[in-house]
């Protein structure tokens, strides 16, 4: 029977779905760039030119956006930000289509009315998966919202409303790119398996699955597959503002 010791991520559920942490690392990375061109735009050019110290000169490439990219770099970092934003949409899928309606989630589905619960003196965060999640304490309520459904907002904001957000080219190429980031997450959660004796996903242990090793391998199957459908729905969401600012 679980208690009020029980850890806020379960064993089953702490490497539930592939995190945002890309998409944080992304926004680190432009933030940076934007940074450091917004207060000495000639930094790099000044490095080239060898107009600085050794030292100096490393510093401004590594934290200056690179200005003459090659087809491969320009490739990369975009698909660098379009699996960050695909992992961050099937991140919040998953939690709240999948892992929250099959008893996963760390918490049952809110009841009305419900009864807040006090929080207590524990400095650990733990979590009672018989309350609702606002029936926990602040704390947990916050960390499941800011894990699971923060990121996926950021990256849905940042489809819709920002014009600096193009669509994808070459299409073929990141479709494949989603497809290998998902399968390479798979063998991640291959090699957690190995060291914690734990699948970070539940519906790739074959035991949770009814002892079925087919189960297990479709669901897998699907979650590859579920990373190009998620593609190619923030394509088209690009696709509509271009269109919609351009009529305009």
């Known amino acids: 029977m679980p208690t009020d010791t029980t850890p806020l991520l379960p064993q089953s559920s702490r490497e539930q779905a592939p995190q945002g942490d890309s998409h944080w690392i992304y926004h680190l990375l432009t933030l940076v760039w934007t940074g450091m061109h917004t207060f000495d735009p000639n930094a790099r050019e000044r490095a080239e030119e060898a107009q600085c110290s050794h030292m100096q000169a490393r510093f401004a490439r590594f934290f200056s956006p690179p200005h003459r990219v090659s087809n491969i770099e320009r490739l990369?970092?975009?698909?660098?930000?379009?699996?960050?934003?695909v992992f961050s949409l099937l991140n919040a899928i998953l939690y709240w289509a999948v892992l929250v309606p099959s008893g996963h989630g760390g918490f049952v589905a809110p009841k009305f009315p419900h009864h807040h619960h006090n929080p207590g003196n524990s400095t650990g965060i733990f979590y009672d998966p018989n309350k609702g999640l606002f029936e926990e304490d602040d704390i947990k309520a916050?960390?499941?919202?800011?894990?699971?459904?923060?990121?996926?907002?950021?990256?849905?904001?940042?489809?819709?409303?920002?014009?600096?957000?193009?669509?994808?080219?070459?299409?073929?190429?990141?479709?494949?790119?989603?497809v290998v980031a998902s399968g390479l997450y798979l063998a991640w959660a291959s090699i957690g398996k190995l060291a914690t004796d734990h699948w970070g996903l539940f519906f790739l242990d074959?035991?949770?699955?009814?002892?079925?090793?087919?189960?297990?391998?479709?669901?897998a199957v699907l979650f590859v597959a579920a990373a190009p459908v998620v593609f190619t729905y923030g394509y088209g969401l690009t696709a509509m503002r271009e269109a919609i600012t351009a009529s305009h």
């Not at 699971?148 to 190429?173: C, K, Y």
Request: hydrophobic share 55%; net charge neutral.
């Open 206 to 219: 074959p035991e949770l699955m009814g002892n079925s090793t087919w189960a297990a391998i479709a669901a």
């Open 76 to 85: 990369s970092f975009s698909l660098f930000y379009t699996v960050s934003h």
């Open 142 to 178: 916050f960390s499941i919202l800011n894990i699971w459904t923060i990121t996926a907002i950021i990256a849905f904001v940042e489809i819709v409303f920002l014009n600096s957000i193009r669509r994808q080219s070459p299409v073929v190429g990141h479709v494949a790119g989603t």
